[in-house]
């Protein structure tokens, strides 16, 4: 079992930048693969972006291809979400995710398959 707390969030310029992080407890976090989601107000949770359990395997929305990038630290259980160029469609509270890894490439959309959610971090853009 893992548990995951995000922070980072918080007010940016349109085109500005910004580091969310993903703190998670339990000392098999190098066997989750990790996930990131993010839900705006009167919409659905979509999917950003994903990484493997060993990190060598990234997987982003097309939606933030190019300006976000998820990368992780299994020696100090956390994983981090780059996003740059912000826009006034990025604005949601950022949700980490961890589930269990079958093997060392797998990394999922799907929130379904997700076991574990912090909960959430906001992020704001300002134009």
């Known amino acids: 079992q893992v548990q995951v707390a995000e922070s980072g969030g918080g007010l940016v310029q349109d085109g500005g930048s910004l580091r969310l992080s993903c703190a998670a407890s339990?000392?098999?976090?190098?066997?989750?693969?990790m996930g990131w989601f993010r839900q705006a107000p009167g919409k659905e949770r979509d999917f950003v972006a994903a990484i493997s359990r060993t990190g060598y395997t990234t997987y982003y929305a097309e939606s933030v291809k190019g300006r976000f990038t998820i990368s992780r630290d299994n020696a100090k259980n956390t994983v981090h979400l780059k996003m740059n160029s912000l826009k006034p469609e990025d604005p949601a509270i950022y949700y980490c995710?961890?589930?269990?890894?079958?093997?060392?490439?797998?990394?999922?959309?799907?929130?379904?398959?997700?076991?574990?959610w912090g909960q959430g971090t906001q992020v704001t853009v300002s134009s």
């Open positions: 339990g000392r098999t976090f190098s066997s989750y693969a």
């Open positions: 995710t961890a589930t269990y890894a079958r093997n060392n490439s797998y990394s999922t959309a799907r929130s379904r398959a997700y076991e574990y």
